[in-house]
C-alpha cells in the first residue's frame, strides 16, 4: 500500500487566501484524523471522521477552518481566510476503527506557510 | 485531566551510547501508552505500545515499561545508531480514537 497520501506537500500563500489541504487514506481505513503540529503546541488533533462522518470536531480552532471527507477515500481541510499564525505542519492519519486502539498511520505533512 | 511530560531535548549523545528518554503521565484509569517516532520530513509513526501495568514494549532494539507506581513509560536502548536520530513522542490513549501527546523529544545521534 502506499501509505496515506497528502498534497501538497508545501504551501506558501498569503494572508487571506483560501489553503486547501488534501488527504487520501489508506485504503480498508475507516477512520481519519486532521492534525496540526507546532513549536508553540506541538501535535493537536483538529478532527476526526469515522465512516466518514465528523465525530469529534472539537480542536478545529474556529470557523475559518473546515474539514470534509465526501466519500472513504478523500477528505479536505481548509482554511478561509488564513492567517499567518495558521503557518504549521498539517498532518492527516488514518486507522481501522474498533472498540480498541488501533494504531494511526500519517501522511507525510502539509508545510503550510502564511504571510 | 490527562497529561504526558517528556524530557525536554534535544538529547545529544555518541553513536552506541544507551538512550533513556522520560515519560510520564497523569491520568484516570490505566490507560495505554505509546511512542511514536517522527524522523526528519516524514510523518509520525507507531515505535512501541503497552496496554496495561508492567507491559514491556520493544521494537527496533527501543523498550518502554508500563510502570503504574511511578506512572512512567521511560524509553529505553542499548546502543544508538545514528540512523535513530529523530523527534520521540509519548502519547496516553484516552478513548478508543483519542491520544494526548507530549511535546516531542529530539534525539540526535553523532558518529
Not at chain 1, 480498541?100 to 502564511?114: D, H, I
Not at chain 2, 490505566?30 to 517516532?37: E, I, K, N, R, T
Amino acid at each position: 500500500d502506499a501509505g496515506v497520501i497528502q498534497s501538497p506537500r508545501h504551501e506558501v500563500t498569503e494572508m487571506g487566501q483560501e489553503v486547501t489541504l488534501r488527504c487520501k487514506p489508506i485504503s480498508g481505513h475507516n477512520s481519519l484524523f486532521w492534525y496540526r503540529q507546532t513549536m508553540m503546541r506541538g501535535l493537536e488533533l483538529l478532527i476526526y471522521f469515522n465512516n466518514n462522518v465528523p465525530i469529534d470536531d472539537s480542536g478545529m480552532p474556529e470557523d475559518r477552518f473546515s474539514a470534509k471527507m465526501p466519500n472513504a477515500s478523500f477528505s479536505t481541510l481548509k482554511i478561509q481566510p488564513s492567517e499567518p499564525r495558521d503557518s504549521a505542519v498539517y498532518f492527516c492519519a488514518s486507522s481501522t476503527s474498533g472498540s480498541s486502539y488501533n494504531e494511526q498511520f500519517f501522511g507525510p505533512g502539509t508545510r503550510l506557510t502564511v504571510l | 485531566g490527562n497529561s504526558v511530560t517528556q524530557m525536554e531535548g534535544p538529547v545529544t549523545l555518541s553513536e552506541e551510547a544507551f538512550l533513556t528518554i522520560n515519560c510520564t503521565y497523569t491520568a484516570t484509569g490505566y490507560p495505554s501508552l505509546f511512542w511514536y517516532v517522527q524522523y526528519p520530513g516524514e510523518g509520525l509513526q507507531l515505535l512501541l505500545k503497552a496496554t496495561k501495568a508492567d507491559d514491556k514494549g520493544s521494537n527496533k532494539g527501543f523498550e518502554a515499561t508500563y510502570r503504574k507506581e511511578t506512572t512512567s513509560f521511560h524509553l529505553e536502548k542499548g546502543s544508538v545508531q545514528v540512523s535513530d536520530s529523530a523527534v520521540y513522542f509519548c502519547a496516553l490513549k484516552i478513548s478508543n480514537y483519542q491520544l494526548i501527546w507530549g511535546a516531542g523529544t529530539k534525539l540526535i545521534i553523532k558518529p
